[in-house]
């Protein structure tokens, strides 16, 4: 019990402190952020994958936390390749300003 309640108050830390980071980053920021975010992810999904794997004593409790970090961090990685695709568009040249 002790655990799970250091674990709760770990995670709204994170969470307050995520949102306070990301609030004062200026708009201009967020594309190339994006773009580091998916490695960031990608790092993020090793680690979920290995949670997912693990068979300890409450196997059945990480496969599910493992499961959900997959699947939030693959449409993390996802949408951050949609905005980096989108914001490289904007600097091709079109066929008819040559």
């Known amino acids: ?4 309640i250091f674990s709760i108050f770990i995670f709204v830390l ?12 200026p708009p201009t920021l967020h ?12 790092i993020t999904i090793v ?4 949670v997912a794997g693990h068979s300890g ?5 990480s496969q599910i936390v493992g499961f959900v970090a997959i699947v ?6 996802v ?3 949609m905005v980096t695709d989108r914001m490289l568009e ?4 079109k066929e008819d300003e040559k």
């Open 31 to 42: 594309t190339p952020l994006m773009s580091g975010a998916n490695a960031i992810s990608g």
């Open 90 to 93: 904007m600097f091709k040249k």
């Open 1 to 4: 019990m002790e655990t799970l």
């Open 79 to 81: 949408g951050g390749f």
């Open 14 to 25: 994170a969470c307050f402190i995520g949102f306070e980071l990301i609030s004062k980053v």
């Open 47 to 50: 680690g979920a994958l290995i």
């Open 72 to 77: 939030f961090a693959t449409i993390n990685v």
């Open 57 to 61: 004593l409450d196997s059945q409790m």
